[in-house]
């Protein structure tokens, strides 16, 4: 009878063992999972410099407006992301100046990815615009961090 409570003791404490073992491996599971899709969902843009110049084509008495945008992608969680399939699209005091394409970017927690972008406007009058305008830029793409993803869009307005 000794024998027999011994191996049940030496069977219960295996399996509270095994039951701790799991325990871990789920919450850990669920961390890493949550902290993925915070990562993807948290993206967020930023325009770091925009500028506007106005040219004049030789040919035509038409003027073009261009704007040449600096912006920022980072995500605002803790893990490494990566954006694919990015299009940029930029309005300006309501005036949507189409979009622009950027490359497939990827950043460690606290980096982020830099883009390059020109918007040209040619149906746009100087005159009218206002000496400081509202640029809305929104950048939608392919956001990929730990076991997430998702096809997403993050907007920033800047004055």
Do not use: E
């Not at 950043?107 to 000496?131: E, H, K």
């Amino acid at each position: 009878m000794n024998k027999g409570t011994g191996r049940l003791s030496i069977l219960r404490g295996f399996r509270a063992i095994i039951v701790i073992i799991l325990a871990v491996v789920f919450i850990a599971a669920t961390t890493y999972s949550l902290m993925s899709d915070s990562s993807v969902h948290g993206l967020t843009t930023k325009i770091l410099f925009a500028n506007r110049y106005c040219t004049t084509s030789p040919s035509t008495p038409s003027k073009t407006i261009t704007f040449y945008v600096l912006a920022s992608v980072w995500s605002t969680s803790s893990l490494h992301t990566s954006v694919s399939n990015v299009v940029f699209s930029l309005s300006v005091d309501g005036l949507d100046l189409g979009t622009s394409s950027g490359k497939y970017s990827s950043w460690d927690p606290g980096q982020y990815a830099r883009f390059n972008m020109t918007f040209t406007d040619s149906q746009a009058s100087p005159t009218a615009l206002p000496l400081t305008s509202t640029l809305r830029l929104a950048v939608t793409a392919f956001s990929s961090a730990g076991v997430a993803t998702a096809y997403l869009t993050a907007t920033r307005r800047a004055v």
